[in-house]
């Protein structure tokens, strides 16, 4: 059983943020901490104060994380990135919002005070025969770095009844280890409260806070002595301000915290026999399958989300071509037009477009990325709206002479023909490099187009192109970044040509240019090129149509062998003290990593022999390295089992805060079964004769912060989870039990015939039944699976 908890983020634009640039404009980014560490950052909108970016994600955190906080920066060149303001959320509001938050919210302006991180451990005991309260500062982790080197210089005071007592200073340490103890002369009555503050001392200027814990003393005489682990909290005591709120700007954001326990996969079989059961099953006369009623009784915000848990459970299962063709027959059985084919968004069109997403993100990058590089550099400029088109931005055709407004257009329509044309080229060209699986899908729904529409011979090729070019090829077009085509967002000029790309992708998969010219006159000098592209598509799909379905061992399953690629790229290795094979062979400093199922290799380029490997079952950690070890953020280090049986640690440098995180999700998720994983680790380096974090002089002993196993970003390339995937199911099922009932009798009767008896003693089709059955016995499971909660520490409940 794993309990863990996954947050869905959305950043989707922000609007009316303060000019920082000499230019009266900014250049925005966010960047997301989760208990003030940075996991994304998005991509720069440059020069705009209403940026959009409409980027997702999805973080799998430990259970006991605490706040998520979005900081909006604007970048600069040549000096600091400015902090515009920032949003934080934490996890109390997010679980009064069980369908996740949505909507704008003002940011706020940065308070040091308030940027607080980490915990201190405690000891406090009242010595009732001395009448003293003794409070043991023992020691701190994960500090916020006040410091220029990366660090701070922290020390403990303690108030209690009106006296202060401080604890020595430890220098450059944001694990600092004290082990003192400070004893106060318990009042009477015992109702004052024990403050703990830490600080960070500085030679000049004013010390800077860390941090706080407040103790209620009262009841602490019963309790003894109790001993513990707290995270420090900001200074609310403070008047805080509210004028800038507002003034900042606001970000619009969809956030939902989703805490999930998964049980042992045997749980599920019964809940995923069934679902196969029923796929498998088809559709039956004077029934209503299970499908349909999911597909009624789910709400469009949740259709998302439902659909690709199905569509990974029934890969999962070798069944998603049935699937797929269910979901096609039952849409294709409802009142429909030819020509708005799948254009809505039912459980089908959501199913498919998940699908093509889980399955054909590698084929879509063959396909359209030498295109989208293409407009990236060569930046042309692309306008056919004569009401959009500035001629100052076109440049001259001569040394004297301005282009016209008509040569423009010209100019610009011949750009977005050579660049459909090469894409669509690419198109044709790629039915052998299509996945089987998705081919397979495509068969199946033009067969049964071309069976329900037998007189209108184009809808079986508007159906396809319905998913590939209007859900699959336009929007990755049209928004690259989005779907990993692109590091950053395309600026005003490219954006633009992109957009008009994606539109004649539209109007050809549409295989109606009349339509689009109609609405837009000025594409008319586009038709030719977009009939020539509908003869293409269409000789395309005839192609992949027709091929011959290839027969694998686990077909319906993402192509792709077992020791396939997770990930790879370059890497900067820091030397260090060791004897390891990554250690002895990093004479040079950087060197290509590719991680796969069974390890993690490195040469000196991608194509270069393997200098040395580490396999996977070695490795015992993959975490954060701190900044001042090597002056840099985005250093992770990755501690395995050597080949003498010692412990080495590699410390590696990647180029920006994603591809560390990106690094360090890879390695996590493919050694989450390794056994003997490490509890605790050192976030520095031994340098000298000690750990440059806690200072602590024994080479091996136990680390000074907790590792993050548990922490990891969702990619379109993460392998299936079955038992994840089914247990959103049960859990969505379960808050449907009463609606679906309910759907069966309104479908079942739609004109409200009164025969027979209805409602709750009314007996229900066995796939129904036996559905309420299995959710019945999973809920079980989930009351057996839950452990007690432990008794918290006394002194945990007197903190305030």
Same mark, same amino acid.
């Given at each position: ?270 809940? +995923? !026999? ?7 099953? %088809? *559709? #039956?006369?004077? /029934?209503?399958? =299970?499908?349909? $009623? @999911? &597909? ?105 002479? +301005? !282009? ?7 100019? %610009? *329509? #011949?750009?977005? /023909?050579?660049? =459909?044309?090469? $894409? @669509? &080229? ?375």
């Amino acid at each position: 059983m794993a309990r863990r908890s996954a947050l869905s983020i959305r950043i989707v634009e922000g609007r009316n943020l303060p000019a920082k640039d000499i230019t009266g404009s900014s250049d925005p980014y966010c960047i997301v901490k989760i208990d003030n560490e940075a996991i994304i950052r998005t991509a720069t909108v440059w020069k705009t104060l209403s940026p959009f970016w409409g980027e997702e994600y999805e973080v799998h955190l430990q259970p006991t994380f605490h706040s998520i906080s979005i900081y909006v920066m604007d970048e600069d060149a040549l000096s600091r990135d400015d902090v515009i303001g920032k949003v934080c959320i934490t996890r109390d509001m997010l679980a009064e919002h069980p369908k996740g938050y949505s909507g704008w919210v003002s940011l706020s302006e940065v308070d040091p005070d308030e940027e607080v991180q980490g915990e201190i451990h405690l000891r406090v005991e009242v010595l009732g025969s001395r009448r003293l309260l003794c409070c043991t500062v023992l020691e701190a982790r994960d500090l916020a770095r006040k410091d220029r080197n990366g660090a701070s210089d922290p020390f403990v005071r303690l108030r209690y009844n009106g006296k202060a007592q401080e604890s020595t200073v430890v220098k450059k340490s944001c694990y600092p280890r004290w082990n003192e103890t400070f004893e106060f002369e318990l009042a009477e009555p015992a109702g004052e409260k024990l403050c703990v503050e830490v600080w960070d001392w500085d030679l000049v200027g004013r010390n800077d806070f860390l941090g706080k814990v407040v103790f209620s003393v009262q009841g602490l005489e019963a309790a003894g002595q109790e001993e513990g682990w707290f995270r420090l909290r900001p200074d609310k005591s403070k008047p805080r301000e509210d004028e800038c709120r507002g003034s900042l700007g606001s970000l619009q954001l969809q956030v939902r915290l989703r805490d999930e326990t998964v049980l042992p996969s045997h749980c599920y079989q019964p809940l +995923v !026999q069934l679902l196969c059961q029923e796929v498998k099953l %088809g *559709c #039956q006369d004077g /029934q209503v399958h =299970l499908v349909t $009623l @999911l &597909d009624e009784t789910t709400t469009a915000e949740c259709r998302q989300e439902v659909a690709i848990n199905l569509v990974k459970l029934f890969l999962g299962q070798g069944l998603i071509k049935e699937f797929l063709d269910l979901l096609f027959e039952l849409e294709l059985a409802k009142p429909c037009e030819p020509n708005t084919l799948f254009r809505s968004n039912s459980l089908a069109s959501k199913s498919m477009e998940s699908f093509l997403k889980v399955t054909g993100m590698p084929y879509l990058h063959a396909v359209l990325g030498p295109t989208i590089t293409r407009v990236f550099e060569e930046k042309k400029y692309v306008e056919l709206d004569p009401s959009k088109v500035e001629v100052k931005d076109a440049g001259c055709s001569g040394l004297h002479r +301005v !282009q016209t407004e008509g040569e423009v257009i010209e100019q %610009g *329509c #011949q750009h977005l /023909q050579s660049y =459909l044309g090469e $894409l @669509l &080229d690419a198109i044709v060209k790629s039915a052998p490099a299509c996945p089987p699986v998705i081919r397979a899908a495509f068969q199946q729904l033009f067969r049964r187009v071309e069976e329900r529409f037998p007189q209108h011979q184009h809808a079986k090729f508007v159906a396809v192109t319905s998913f590939l070019c209007l859900r699959f090829f336009s929007p990755a077009i049209m928004t690259p970044k989005l779907f990993h085509l692109r590091e950053t967002h395309a600026d005003a000029r490219t954006s633009r040509t992109l957009l008009l790309l994606a539109k004649a992708v539209q109007m050809v998969g549409n295989m109606e240019p009349a339509a689009g010219r109609a609405k837009e006159a000025w594409l008319a000098p586009l038709l030719p090129a977009l009939q020539q592209g509908i003869a293409q598509m269409k000789a395309f799909i005839t192609r992949l149509v027709g091929m011959e379905e290839e027969e694998e061992e686990g077909e319906g399953r993402p192509p792709g062998p077992p020791t396939a690629v997770v990930k790879e790229g370059p890497l900067i290795v820091h030397k260090m003290r060791g004897k390891g094979p990554l250690l002895a062979a990093a004479a040079a400093k950087k060197l290509h990593f590719c991680l796969t199922g069974e390890a993690l290799s490195f040469g000196k380029s991608p194509g270069a022999e393997h200098n040395g490997t580490i396999a996977l079952a070695d490795i015992l950690a993959a975490e954060k390295v701190e900044e001042k070890s090597f002056g840099s953020a985005h250093v992770m280090q990755v501690v395995y089992v050597g080949a003498g049986g010692q412990q080495e640690t590699a410390y590696l440098q990647c180029k920006c805060v994603n591809e560390l995180n990106q690094w360090l999700s890879a390695l996590r998720k493919v050694c989450v079964n390794n056994p003997h994983v490490l509890r605790d680790y050192h976030p520095g380096v031994f340098r000298g004769d000690k750990w440059s974090c806690c200072h602590q002089r024994e080479r091996t002993g136990l680390g000074c912060d907790r590792t993050r196993h548990g922490v990891t970003l969702q990619d379109w390339s993460d392998p299936l989870d079955p038992a994840a995937e089914a247990q959103r199911l049960f859990h969505h099922l379960q808050g449907l039990r009463g609606t679906l009932r309910e759907k069966y009798w309104e479908l079942l009767r739609p004109e409200g015939a009164q025969n027979g008896p209805r409602g709750e003693g009314a007996p229900l089709p066995e796939g129904l039944s036996r559905l309420f059955r299995v959710l019945g016995e999973l809920e079980g499971c989930h009351r057996r699976a839950q452990p007690p909660a432990p008794p918290a520490p006394a002194l945990l409940q007197l903190q305030t």
